[in-house]
Every structure is written in C-alpha cells, then in structure tokens.
C-alpha cells in the first residue's frame, strides 16, 4: 500500500526510537493530534506499527528493536521501576542482574547500597557498578553480544550454575497474556533460566509496554518469579496469575 512521506518519516522514526508519540509527531509535523492519531492508526491498520496509549510502538516479532532505542522507552518508568526494586533488596546481599535496559535501571538505582556481591552477564551492568567499591562485581564468561554488550551462550549458563544467591533481577522482551516471559535469543534465555534456578528471590522488572510486545523464544512463566514490578498493570489475566501463583505484584506508577 502507498505511503504518504509523513507516513514514511513517521515509520523511519519509530524504527530509531523504539516509540513515537502523537504530542511529539503532531509538534514536528506541524498538524493536529487528530490527523497523527488517523496516521498511526492508519499506519498500525497496516502492521508498520503497533498503537499504544498516546502513541505507537515499531513492532517487535522474531527480531527485537536496536538497544539505544529499547533505552529511550518508557525511560522514566524504568527508573521508577528501577528505585522500587533496589528498596526490595538490602545491603550486603548477593544478586544476579541479567541483560536489559529494565535491569540496567535497577542497577543504576543500587549505587548507594553497600556490601553487595552482583553477579551479572551485562557489561554495562557490570562497567557501572565496578567503580564502587562497596559493591564486589562478578561478570560470567562467554559469547559477548555487541549489540548490547550481554554475555551469552553456554559458558554463562555453566558460570551461573556455580552459584545460589538471595535474589536475581531478570527482565523479559514481552510478556503475554497467558503469563509467558519471552525473549528474542534462545542464548539469552538460557541464561535467564539459570539465573532463576539459581537465585532464593527472583523478582522480574518490566514496564507496560511488554504487554502491547510478542518475542518467540519462552524464558519460563509469570508464576516462578516472587515478585514482579512494573510501572502499570491493566490486564485482569496478568493481575489473576500474580493472585494465583502467590506473586508480588508491585506498580511503581501508583
């Protein structure tokens, strides 16, 4: 089907963006939130997108999107969701952080904890909390993915396997309604099996934007974490799965 050249621009900066609002197209273009609403709807119509709430998605199927983009969504729930987790956790306790932009957000807010032994397949993870010495960083071996800077492959997973700590922080590329976690790289996903295996706690972060998402790779079930955190939750399938299986669910946007 024909597209318009604000239709093309509209798709080439969600695909840079991960998001695209209708506040700041209908600004850039110079016309009403009513004609963007009519383009993303017109665009989501014809699955170059996905509407969310204000805006749209560039949609996710067998390949997730660049991870600066991934970085700038939902940015400031991430961090909420962040600061919600690291209160979760005490000093001196020891944790597995895996790979993600959600994950990234609750190490950022763990800086001023003290004692703690973070084991992580995440480079960035591990780049930022090195410098602190109040914080002992432990980074697994293997295959290092250069597009987000994770540790993957079997080597992690045997690394991981050599310890059981009090909590993990893991993410997930989206979250379906059934309550399955899903990923994008079967490596990855190993990974994030093991660190759940392994961990006493394990508390998964995600903001809403995982629920509008697909990913076809199973990392495991809503079910075998203890605690979820997200900014919002307003599904009734996802809230009964949480009441059924015993899961903490905590929104930081409340």
Do not use: W
């Not at 597209?3 to 798709?11: E, G, M, N, S, V």
């Not at 963007?36 to 998605?57: E, F, M, P, S, V």
């Not at 602190?132 to 960083?137: A, N």
């Not at 993410?171 to 093991?194: M, P, T």
């Amino acid at each position: 089907m024909y597209l318009t050249p604000r239709h093309t621009a509209i798709i080439d900066r969600a695909k840079q963006d991960g998001r695209v609002t209708v506040e700041e197209l209908a600004a850039e273009f110079g016309v009403t939130p009513q004609t963007i609403r009519k383009d993303l709807n017109d665009l989501c119509d014809q699955r170059h997108l996905t509407r969310i709430h204000g805006g749209a998605l560039y949609p996710s199927g067998i390949e997730n999107m660049q991870y600066e983009a991934r970085r700038k969504i939902a940015a400031d729930e991430k961090a909420a969701i962040g600061r919600a987790a690291a209160r979760l956790i005490p000093d001196s306790a020891s944790l597995f952080i895996n790979i993600g932009t959600t994950t990234e957000a609750v190490s950022r807010a763990l800086l001023d904890h003290n004692g703690l032994m973070v084991i992580t397949n995440n480079i960035n993870v591990a780049n930022r909390m090195r410098v602190y010495p109040s914080i002992e960083v432990v980074i697994a071996g293997g295959v290092v993915r250069g597009s987000d800077g994770g540790i993957v492959g079997e080597a992690a997973v045997d690394f991981i396997r050599q310890f059981k700590v009090d909590y993990a922080v893991i993410g997930a590329s989206a979250i379906d309604q059934d309550g399955a976690l899903l990923d994008f790289d079967f490596r990855e996903v190993k990974v994030a099996q093991a660190i759940i295996a392994n961990a006493r706690h394990v508390i998964l972060v995600a903001d809403s934007t995982k629920f509008e998402r697909t990913a076809p790779v199973r990392i495991g079930h809503l079910s075998q974490v203890d605690t979820f955190i997200t900014d919002q939750c307003g599904f009734k399938a996802i809230r009964a799965i949480c009441a059924e299986a015993e899961v903490r669910l905590i929104e930081s946007g409340q």
